[in-house]
């Protein structure tokens, strides 16, 4: 069974720094990695979807990538924002199912 | 726009009585929907795989018949609580996955509703 670890729990920095996010996972056959963005209260917003055949995926400040062979993704964020304060998830997808992590959780400070 | 919408966002019923969420896909064709419940400062956990046109898989230690799962369209997946009580109040949401390449689901991006918070008096 696929397992799926964050860290950290929760991370708390102020405005204006780079930051990277860890997820790692315990079997590598995944045929892709997610990483989400839920707000107190709301859904989860995917954010970058990176498949197995990828090592990494960008869209404006965030970036993605993606190691099979060490079962590891990590989600950097460059110039934080308060408005980036959330929690983060991860999700691998194999075995016909999701397996998420447990979420960091974002505090950017102005 | 919401590519999965989830309805009703918020719902508050009396202990005993069954409540109805519904999850559509709005921009694509889904086969496969997902459920699942998170409790507070928790993550996710799923619920059941809701396939379309057949019976739903339900994950060890959730009861089919207190989560009643019907996926009777292409984007429409419905979740009913039967008989809910107290202890079934959560936050319920809903994903469904966006085939990739060739169709396959494991090559698509899984989009989620809003979710559905439930409480049970």
């Known amino acids: 069974k696929q397992e799926v670890t964050q860290i950290p729990a929760a991370l708390s920095v102020p405005e204006g720094e780079n930051l990277v996010l860890n997820c790692s996972f315990t079997d590598s056959a995944i045929y892709n990695l997610q990483w989400f963005r839920q707000d107190p209260g709301k859904g989860l917003t995917s954010l970058l979807l990176i498949q197995s055949s990828q090592r990494e995926q960008t869209s404006g400040r965030l970036n993605a990538s993606l190691d099979k062979s060490s079962g590891r993704s990590t989600l950097y964020i460059a110039a934080s924002q308060p408005g980036d304060s959330a929690t983060y998830l991860c999700a691998a997808y194999n075995f016909n199912k999701f397996y998420f992590g447990s979420g960091t959780k974002l505090n950017v400070k102005p | 726009g919401a590519v999965v919408s989830q309805h009703p966002s918020r719902v508050i019923c009396k202990s005993g009585t069954s409540v109805k969420i519904e999850c559509r896909s709005l921009d694509f064709q889904a086969t496969t929907m997902f459920w699942y419940r998170q409790f507070p400062k928790q993550s996710l956990m799923l619920m059941a795989t809701?396939?379309?046109?057949?019976?739903?898989?339900?994950e060890q230690g959730v009861e089919k018949d207190k989560f009643l799962i019907n996926h009777a369209s292409l984007t429409l997946s419905t979740l009913t609580v039967t008989s809910a009580h107290p202890e079934d109040s959560s936050f319920y949401i809903c994903?469904?996955?966006?085939?990739?390449?060739?169709?396959?689901?494991?090559?698509?991006?899984?989009?989620f509703g809003e979710g559905s918070r439930l409480t049970v008096l």
């Open positions: 994903s469904a996955a966006r085939p990739g390449l060739a169709g396959l689901t494991n090559t698509g991006e899984l989009f």
């Open positions: 809701s396939n379309e046109g057949s019976k739903a898989t339900y």
